[in-house]
């Protein structure tokens, strides 16, 4: 396994079954004969010497000869708790083909049925009854190298509600990404499950669940194990990158808000959403020509994620000239009760610098009087973007996309809802409804649209295009805060790689093979205004960059030796 730096051999005292069974040391079949010899691996592993080359070509073959999704996910995690070194190469031969099924929408089956292809831990449960041991489990020796940690309750998965100890498909999966498209060494990720109880009942009666079976804490009892998880981790790990993820609306914001100026964290839900939203709609305005001063948003799903994104977007058209009051009245948040406006009831406080003047759609001829619906927004408030982040599968349907399109010329539209069973829209609908003008992008992968026998490429609007670049340059330099500037740089950052800069007829955003160049861009530019701000050591560019590189881990096997050996 090559580690950071210029490392060039691995120095262990594990041999035989100890050294096969680690998954961060196991070569498998590519142990040489003077290894073998060396670490007692003769007879434990069949005598012709493979390649991880050849290694990574058999599993491909493997596969691709399982008959659904699922079987590939279940293949792809138990190999990565087998061998991590040949998992991360087989995600590298094939990034655009491997993302979905070590990520969304495949890890959506992942968690409910994470019951049923549990195999071996990785990452660590921590439930209430364990609060009291929460230093003596995190003092683990093996967690020593630890710098990264992704943290979910499993109460808000994907569009898919409360999977509870289901939801740890999530933080693995994540930072599998973190190395794939980050290159962050896997021996510095800590997938953590917070398994507080779930309310799913499915999972409560299921024999076979293997989470803990309460019904959710909440209130004070919630957030004091809160407090004593983070009070234990931050112990630990003074300089630990922590990513939330997967919270419910009720817990999402406030904790963001709680911890943030406490420890390096953020929020992939809310805040990398927002980034990769405004990366994209800032790339948007080299097709559509409308300068971002002038769009007129609406999002469906005034959550935490869609409000994350309407922050993002008013502070870019503040940058933009606007001000503050002005940015705030173009955007319409729509959800279960319809737009959101002043006076209405049950506003969280997230929500209110977004709210919309009562008398909004006092002359807008409404089709259902007494509720204001996202159809009535579409067809009155000339819109420019319309984003979905509500879970609500083909809730952007025929009337409201024309309705929208026929108001604007290049309506940008973005179901950005994962898996691909929640997203708003399907693209190929949205390209026909609007005669192929619309400009679309998804969370999840969606296939190839066609219009006038031309077939583009759908653009993934997908957080993988921010997160491991703001961790990358986050860790780097050691960070000790993640600022909203930090994230909206990254935004800027993905902007600035658009295709469609030299090219408006071109995607968005850069393809899905180039994530790790990507990665590294958004490290550089999120780690320079770590430093601008304060945040981590004055450091000049070049310094910068070699720290980044320094902490960019690419699979390979190196040689091994045997401890106390020369």
Same mark, same amino acid.
């Given at each position: 396994?090559?580690?950071?730096?210029?490392?060039?051999?691995?120095?262990?005292?594990?041999?035989?079954?100890?050294?096969?069974?680690?998954?961060?040391?196991?070569?498998?079949?590519?142990?040489?004969?003077?290894?073998?010899?060396?670490?007692?691996?003769?007879?434990?592993?069949?005598?012709?010497?493979?390649?991880?080359?050849?290694?990574?070509?058999?599993?491909?073959?493997?596969?691709?000869?399982?008959?659904?999704?699922?079987?590939?996910?279940?293949?792809?995690?138990?190999?990565?708790?087998?061998?991590?070194?040949?998992?991360?190469?087989?995600?590298?031969?094939?990034?655009?083909?491997?993302?979905?099924?070590?990520?969304?929408?495949?890890?959506?089956?992942?968690?409910?049925?994470?019951?049923?292809?549990?195999?071996?831990?990785?990452?660590?449960?921590?439930?209430?009854?364990?609060?009291?041991?929460?230093?003596?489990?995190?003092?683990?020796?093996?967690?020593?190298?630890?710098?990264?940690?992704?943290?979910?309750?499993?109460? !808000? *998965?994907?569009? +898919? $509600?409360?999977?509870? =100890? @289901?939801?740890?498909?999530?933080?693995?999966?994540?930072? /599998?990404?973190?190395?794939?498209?980050?290159?962050?060494?896997?021996?510095?990720?800590?997938?953590?499950?917070?398994?507080?109880?779930?309310?799913?009942?499915?999972?409560?009666?299921?024999?076979?669940?293997?989470?803990?079976?309460?019904?959710?804490?909440?209130?004070?009892?919630?957030?004091?194990?809160?407090?004593?998880?983070?009070?234990?981790?931050?112990?630990?790990?003074?300089?630990?990158?922590?990513?939330?993820?997967?919270?419910?609306?009720?817990?999402?914001?406030?904790?963001?808000?709680?911890?943030?100026?406490?420890?390096?964290?953020?929020?992939?839900?809310?805040?990398?959403?927002?980034?990769?939203?405004?990366?994209?709609?800032?790339?948007?305005?080299?097709?559509?020509?409308?300068?971002?001063?002038?769009? !007129? *948003?609406?999002? +469906? $799903?005034?959550?935490? =994620? @869609?409000?994350?994104?309407?922050?993002?977007?008013?502070? /870019?058209?503040?940058?933009?000239?606007?001000?503050?009051?002005?940015?705030?009245?173009?955007?319409?948040?729509?959800?279960?009760?319809?737009?959101?406006?002043?006076?209405?009831?049950?506003?969280?406080?997230?929500?209110?610098?977004?709210?919309?003047?009562?008398?909004?759609?006092?002359?807008?001829?409404?089709?259902?009087?007494?509720?204001?619906?996202?159809?009535?927004?579409?067809?009155?408030?000339?819109?420019?973007?319309?984003?979905?982040?509500?879970?609500?599968?083909?809730?952007?349907?025929?009337?409201?996309?024309?309705?929208?399109?026929?108001?604007?010329?290049?309506?940008?539209?973005?179901?950005?809802?994962?898996?691909?069973?929640?997203?708003?829209?399907?693209?190929?609908?949205?390209?026909?409804?609007?005669?192929?003008?619309?400009?679309? $992008?998804?969370?999840?992968?969606?296939?190839?649209?066609?219009?006038?026998?031309?077939?583009?490429?759908?653009?993934?609007?997908?957080?993988?295009?921010?997160?491991?670049?703001?961790?990358?340059?986050?860790?780097?330099?050691?960070?000790?805060?993640?600022?909203?500037?930090?994230?909206?740089?990254?935004?800027?950052?993905?902007?600035?790689?658009?295709?469609?800069?030299?090219?408006?007829?071109?995607?968005?955003?850069?393809?899905?093979?180039?994530?790790?160049?990507?990665?590294?861009?958004?490290?550089?530019?999120?780690?320079?205004?770590?430093?601008?701000?304060?945040?981590?050591?004055?450091?000049?560019?070049?310094?910068?960059?070699?720290?980044?590189?320094?902490?960019?881990?690419?699979?390979?096997?190196?040689?091994?030796?045997?401890?106390?050996?020369?």
């Amino acid at each position: 396994m090559e580690s950071e730096g210029s490392q060039t051999e691995i120095v262990t005292d594990r041999t035989g079954y100890e050294l096969l069974t680690d998954p961060l040391l196991n070569k498998g079949t590519a142990f040489t004969q003077e290894e073998r010899d060396e670490f007692d691996l003769n007879g434990l592993l069949p005598p012709n010497v493979g390649t991880l080359n050849g290694q990574v070509r058999r599993r491909m073959r493997a596969l691709q000869e399982f008959a659904t999704d699922l079987e590939r996910y279940a293949f792809l995690r138990e190999l990565q708790d087998t061998n991590e070194t040949l998992f991360y190469a087989l995600l590298e031969s094939d990034l655009e083909g491997m993302m979905p099924l070590v990520y969304t929408p495949t890890v959506g089956l992942g968690c409910e049925h994470f019951s049923r292809v549990f195999r071996k831990p990785r990452g660590l449960f921590l439930s209430p009854p364990h609060v009291g041991r929460l230093e003596q489990i995190l003092a683990n020796p093996r967690f020593d190298k630890v710098e990264a940690i992704c943290v979910t309750d499993g109460e !808000r *998965i994907l569009g +898919l $509600g409360d999977q509870g =100890a @289901g939801g740890m498909g999530i933080p693995i999966g994540k930072l /599998a990404l973190y190395t794939a498209c980050g290159g962050i060494n896997p021996q510095t990720t800590l997938p953590i499950m917070l398994d507080v109880g779930t309310d799913n009942h499915e999972r409560l009666t299921d024999p076979l669940y293997v989470g803990w079976r309460s019904e959710r804490i909440r209130g004070q009892a919630y957030d004091d194990f809160i407090e004593a998880f983070v009070l234990a981790v931050d112990k630990r790990w003074p300089h630990v990158l922590l990513q939330w993820e997967d919270f419910a609306r009720a817990n999402a914001t406030r904790l963001l808000t709680r911890y943030r100026d406490r420890l390096c964290t953020f929020n992939d839900d809310i805040q990398g959403t927002a980034a990769v939203a405004t990366g994209a709609l800032l790339a948007a305005i080299n097709v559509t020509g409308l300068p971002f001063s002038e769009q !007129r *948003i609406a999002v +469906l $799903g005034a959550g935490s =994620a @869609g409000t994350g994104i309407a922050g993002f977007l008013m502070r /870019a058209m503040i940058h933009a000239g606007l001000s503050p009051e002005d940015a705030s009245r173009r955007f319409y948040m729509v959800d279960k009760d319809g737009l959101l406006v002043e006076g209405m009831n049950n506003i969280e406080a997230f929500q209110r610098p977004f709210l919309q003047p009562a008398n909004v759609a006092e002359h807008w001829k409404l089709e259902q009087p007494g509720r204001t619906s996202l159809l009535d927004v579409a067809l009155n408030a000339g819109i420019t973007a319309l984003i979905g982040v509500s879970g609500q599968p083909g809730a952007f349907d025929k009337h409201i996309v024309t309705a929208m399109a026929a108001r604007t010329p290049r309506p940008v539209i973005f179901p950005l809802s994962n898996p691909t069973s929640r997203a708003e829209a399907k693209p190929q609908d949205v390209i026909d409804w609007t005669s192929g003008r619309a400009i679309v $992008g998804t969370g999840s992968p969606f296939p190839t649209v066609k219009h006038g026998g031309i077939e583009k490429h759908v653009d993934q609007t997908n957080n993988s295009y921010i997160f491991p670049g703001v961790a990358l340059g986050s860790i780097a330099v050691q960070a000790r805060r993640i600022s909203d500037e930090m994230l909206m740089v990254a935004a800027r950052t993905l902007a600035g790689l658009s295709p469609s800069r030299t090219d408006p007829t071109a995607n968005l955003l850069p393809p899905v093979s180039d994530l790790r160049d990507i990665s590294f861009k958004v490290a550089l530019a999120v780690a320079a205004q770590a430093r601008d701000e304060g945040l981590c050591e004055k450091l000049s560019a070049a310094e910068i960059e070699a720290l980044v590189k320094r902490k960019m881990w690419r699979p390979a096997y190196l040689p091994y030796r045997r401890a106390g050996t020369r």
